[in-house]
């Protein structure tokens, strides 16, 4: 059985930031997921993807760049809060993916890749 959650097409739109997860990873290191939505154009409002930014020596590089093209501080130390992120924008690669879940079933969804964020 397959199932599609690609909501848009493969491309790039300014999405923001309408609800942060934050939680843990596996590992047991900080890991907030973002929920983006198309703001702008023929999908806005639709969710683009969900995408997620893990505080680790691992994922700092991409954390810094994502909160970069939200507007953050890229240099230094900063405090912030999943709910400083909500409503900020950033223009965002969406690309589909797949994978074959532990019962077989095929999985499609949208994904940003590793440098798939810009500022606005």
């Not at 939505?37 to 639709?46: N, P, Q, T």
């Not at 909500?86 to 879940?101: C, D, F, H, L, N």
């Amino acid at each position: 059985m397959e199932h599609d959650y690609t909501t848009v097409p493969a491309g790039t739109y300014v999405c923001r930031i309408d609800e942060v997860r934050p939680g843990t990873t596996r590992a047991g290191d900080e890991r907030w997921s973002l929920r983006l939505v198309v703001d702008a154009g023929e999908y806005a409002g639709r969710q683009a993807a969900w995408d997620s930014i893990v505080f680790s020596t691992r994922g700092r590089a991409r954390a810094r760049r994502v909160l970069q093209a939200l507007g953050l501080p890229a240099k230094g130390k900063i405090q912030i809060e999943p709910a400083d992120l909500e409503g900020r924008k950033a223009k965002v690669e969406i690309k589909p993916a797949g994978y074959t879940s532990p019962s077989g079933d095929v999985v499609r969804r949208n994904e940003v890749p590793y440098d798939g964020y810009q500022e606005v």
